[in-house]
């Protein structure tokens, strides 16, 4: 495939000159013939596409974080749903999102895919030049809108989906961000009350030769504690989450191991575990109502959720419906799908709608889990508070108790 620096004339006898991928010169005549444009004159200009080796540089020097990569497809798939709904050819379409693109990195990209198609390409085969930043489950849902013709609605399903993403990820940074900088500042605040001002008044108390009760001798105990393994405690706080991330990644049993105990911790367990039958659901029921099969969109399911375990449950359910069972059936054989979620499947296989039951459960997630969410903010607030007041008031105790005993010995 090279690029011709071409001269013609259109239908009305103006001269037109551009840039046009082709195999060769009678290619390039025929598709400018399509366009109504008359070849004058042709010239080879520089290959319009990378070799493979510059392809993968280039590929490997665009990094997008989750939030941005989010936003950027959001925007490209609100352009793309409003341009091919009106009927804009799909070179020109990327053409004006790539104008339109404020990131220069993801300008790059759909230059690239600009490219791509103008070469001969369709949309979701250009769109597998980056299978990292737009996923599987993405170029899955662009190849059907275009074989089905209805790419506009693929694109505004996608739109929507990713929108939902944002969302959920807005209400989670919400509630956990204050309860982790105030379990932060409430760290630091004891730190230093055990190691900097507990100890002077334990200096004090212990030249003054005053009894020490029991609350006193326990805050003296875990200050002096504290004082002489300060150094220890710092590297294990900082080397653990590393530790355990470098595992789970390494090790697809801790992996597994760790979220279930994630799914089972007293506040948070249930949350999580919502979180993750409700990605799954909207996942599924996207791709199945776009007209992906079952068995496909379970596949593409196991690489979207960020739960290891969730990821097997769907890989056993995919072979299990391989063999010939339902998928009622084969979720029954994983305690971690709730009844609710098996309930509307099995209704949903009875009634030949499992896109409208997988769509139902995921409606329920979606108004359940932000509630969950402001629930569980709701209760954390105060509970930090009373921790940190409850520290303080018995830091304070300990040491007005030998004080107060010291000023009647003297009186």
Not at 194 to 218: E, G, I, S
Not at 401 to 407: F, K, R
Request: positive net charge; glycine residues 8%.
């Amino acid at each position: 495939m090279r690029t011709y620096n071409y001269t013609g004339i259109d239908q009305h006898g103006h001269s037109v000159t551009g840039a046009l991928a082709a195999a060769d010169a009678e290619s390039l005549e025929q598709r400018l013939r399509a366009l109504d444009i008359w070849l004058v004159e042709a010239q080879t200009a520089a290959p319009l596409l990378k070799t493979p080796s510059e392809q993968r540089r280039s590929h490997r020097s665009i990094r997008l974080g989750a939030g941005t990569r989010r936003r950027q497809l959001i925007s490209f798939c609100t352009m793309m749903d409003f341009l091919t709904k009106v009927g804009v050819p799909m070179v020109q379409a990327l053409e004006i999102t790539a104008q339109d693109c404020e990131h220069a990195g993801f300008r790059a990209v759909l230059d690239t895919l600009r490219s791509e198609v103008e070469g001969g390409k369709r949309l979701h085969e250009a769109l597998e030049t980056f299978p990292k930043l737009f996923g599987g489950h993405f170029i899955s849902l662009i190849r059907v809108g275009e074989a089905s013709g209805s790419l506009p609605e693929s694109m505004a399903e996608l739109k929507r989906h990713l929108e939902w993403q944002d969302q959920i990820s807005a209400d989670v940074r919400q509630a956990t961000l204050y309860p982790l900088i105030v379990s932060l500042l409430v760290g630091a605040f004891v730190l230093l009350l055990f190691t900097f001002v507990v100890p002077r008044f334990a200096q004090l108390l212990v030249v003054a030769k005053v009894p020490l009760p029991a609350p006193t001798r326990l805050v003296f105990g875990i200050s002096d504690l504290l004082k002489s393994t300060f150094w220890a405690w710092l590297p294990f706080l900082l080397v653990t989450p590393v530790g355990v991330g470098l595992a789970r990644r390494w090790s697809p049993r801790f992996a597994r191991g760790f979220d279930h105990l994630k799914f089972n911790l007293p506040v948070f367990g249930p949350l999580n575990h919502m979180l993750a039958m409700s990605q799954i659901a909207q996942s599924l029921g996207l791709l199945y109502r776009s007209g992906v099969t079952i068995l496909n969109s379970l596949k593409l399911c196991e690489g979207l959720v960020s739960s290891p375990l969730v990821s097997a449950a769907l890989r056993d359910i995919h072979d299990r419906i391989e063999n010939g069972a339902t998928f009622s059936e084969a979720m029954r054989r994983h305690a971690i799908f709730p009844p609710l979620f098996i309930r509307m499947v099995v209704l949903g296989e009875r009634t030949g709608n499992l896109d409208r039951a997988l769509e139902n459960v995921a409606t329920y997630y979606n108004l359940t889990v932000p509630r969950r969410i402001k629930k569980l903010f709701g209760v954390l607030e105060p509970s930090l508070i009373l921790i940190l007041v409850g520290i303080v008031g018995f830091v304070a105790l300990a040491v007005l108790m030998p004080i107060m005993s010291l000023m009647q010995g003297i009186r």
